[in-house]
């Protein structure tokens, strides 16, 4: 597979929406499993990211990933190897299991940062498993590929206008990539880091670009969402689809299905699947009337740590062999991905409009606050009024890493973030209004380019120092880009 100087990620705008608009059943027809003759369920994701930084020869933009190999005496940069086979494993992993007769499902996530690094490295091992795992009639039914931010950006942080391009982004890639068809089968969305935005302005823009991009559910944390009335998920919820409301401070309101990730160590959870344990003790749940399966949905870093590393492919061989043992490998308690678990509720008459209605986190207290008439200004000062009262109330959102702060300490990254954001839409958007076409030249795609590396999370993560560094140097030449694209089409301000 050639090398690309600039990854695909815009040009195709209109054509990518038009694609995910149809089909909206992709899981059903392939589907080997009937919702009535299911007792309970496991589905299981495997987030697989590295970024790109400014760190190859003479400050070229390549992959974590390479970089680990070329560095192998830092760290633990000896594991590159180790998780290069992690990225690529499980097209070995799911033909092996369908052979020996089991059912076997997995739920794959790439970040757009990660599939460009394999073409960056001329990775064709990966890469040719990994068109294997998404376009291959007899492994598509049991591997189900979710959307993602292209670069690992995480949401409440991220520019309101950039959320859309994120996610058109990352469509783009993983069209490129694998083909149309692929794209259309991918209906459900996971958030870097599990972060979902509480701001209701950042949480409607967010579900509107999940929807407007053709997204009919995401996974969420458990504790990042309340009921209506502020209270916590009862355990018999965190096991059934609920809908996700988002409104915004001007009463607005869209909703999406969400499936929701349970609290835990997830590495040492998946990777020991013990999703698939939890679930031989559930039965089926009332909801809509009827009963359905309890769903344990569960995704955790798909390379890393040991448990991933070493532990997840002997668990994941023993916990499918041991279902289609006890002969449920499609009844009883069985493993399934999130569309068809929907699918399979949709064709039993058990739609959306039956799940339970939560919303963020900390959502209940402010419309309390703002009350029945919400106004930009009056959320505004009901969030200042919350915060000045309680410290701990924060509208910075909740991920699985709710000990670390995307925000606080890191003025340093997200001022420019915003900055670069703000340039890149000023000049470019007037341009794109006037003739779409815009989005197909490099001086626009090379803009766009630093703009989405710049909000990618691990500049924040890893702490000051060496990453925001790098975040310093994507930022310069980012302006340089805006710069040129600006000179480059006679743009003016």
Not at 60 to 85: K, R
Not at 162 to 179: P, T, V
Not at 420 to 425: G, I, N, P, V
């Amino acid at each position: 597979m050639p090398t690309h100087p600039l990854p695909p990620i815009a040009g195709r705008e209109a054509e990518i929406l038009a694609l995910v608009e149809q089909p909206r059943t992709v899981a059903l027809p392939q589907s080997n499993l009937q919702l009535a003759s299911i007792t309970s369920a496991f589905a299981c994701a495997l987030h697989m990211h590295q970024p790109t930084i400014p760190a190859g020869a003479d400050g070229a933009l390549i992959s974590h990933l390479q970089y680990m190999l070329e560095h192998p005496g830092e760290g633990d940069n000896h594991n590159a190897e180790p998780f290069a086979h992690c990225y690529r494993r499980l097209a070995d992993l799911i033909p092996q299991l369908i052979a020996e007769g089991a059912n076997p499902r997995i739920m794959l996530d790439y970040s757009g940062n990660l599939l460009w690094g394999f073409q960056q490295m001329g990775r064709a091992d990966i890469l040719e498993a990994l068109t294997f795992l998404a376009c291959d009639p007899s492994v598509v039914p049991h591997v189900e590929w979710l959307g993602t931010f292209w670069s690992h950006a995480v949401a409440p942080s991220t520019p309101i206008p950039d959320l859309k391009l994120q996610i058109l982004a990352w469509q783009h890639h993983f069209a490129a990539l694998f083909g149309a068809e692929a794209l259309q089968r991918v209906k459900g969305f996971s958030p870097p880091e599990m972060h979902l935005p509480n701001h209701p302005d950042t949480l409607f823009a967010f579900v509107s670009a999940l929807r407007d991009c053709g997204y009919r559910w995401l996974l969420v944390q458990e504790h990042s969402v309340e009921n209506p009335d502020g209270s916590r998920l009862s355990r018999e919820q965190t096991l059934l689809p609920n809908r996700l409301v988002a409104r915004s401070s001007s009463g607005e309101e869209v909703a999406i299905t969400a499936l929701i990730k349970t609290q835990g160590s997830d590495t040492k959870l998946v990777g020991q699947m013990q999703p698939c344990y939890e679930a031989l003790g559930l039965g089926r749940i009332p909801l809509g009337g009827t009963s359905v399966p309890a769903l344990v949905a569960q995704i955790a870093d798909g390379e890393n740590g040991g448990v991933m590393m070493n532990e997840f492919p002997p668990a994941f061989l023993q916990a499918h062999r041991r279902l289609a043992e006890q002969g449920s490998g499609s009844a009883g308690t069985v493993a399934i991905n999130g569309s068809e678990f929907l699918e399979l509720l949709e064709a039993a008459g058990v739609g959306d409009s039956a799940f339970p209605d939560i919303q963020a986190v900390g959502q209940h207290r402010l419309w309390q606050r703002v009350g029945a008439t919400p106004t930009p200004q009056a959320l505004e000062a009901a969030i200042a009024e919350l915060q000045a009262g309680d410290p701990s109330f924060s509208m910075a959102g909740a991920s699985w890493t709710n000990d670390l702060s995307w925000v606080e300490g890191y003025a340093n990254v997200l001022e420019p973030m915003n900055q670069l954001s703000a340039r890149f839409h000023q000049v470019f958007d007037p341009l794109v209004a006037e003739d779409p076409a815009v989005t197909r030249s490099e001086p626009y795609q090379e803009a766009l380019l630093h703009v989405l590396l710049l909000e990618t999370s691990c500049f924040r993560y890893w702490g000051q120092g060496t990453w925001t560094d790098y975040a310093r140097d994507i930022h310069q030449r980012g302006e340089a880009a805006i710069a040129r694209g600006a000179s480059a089409v006679g743009a003016v301000g």
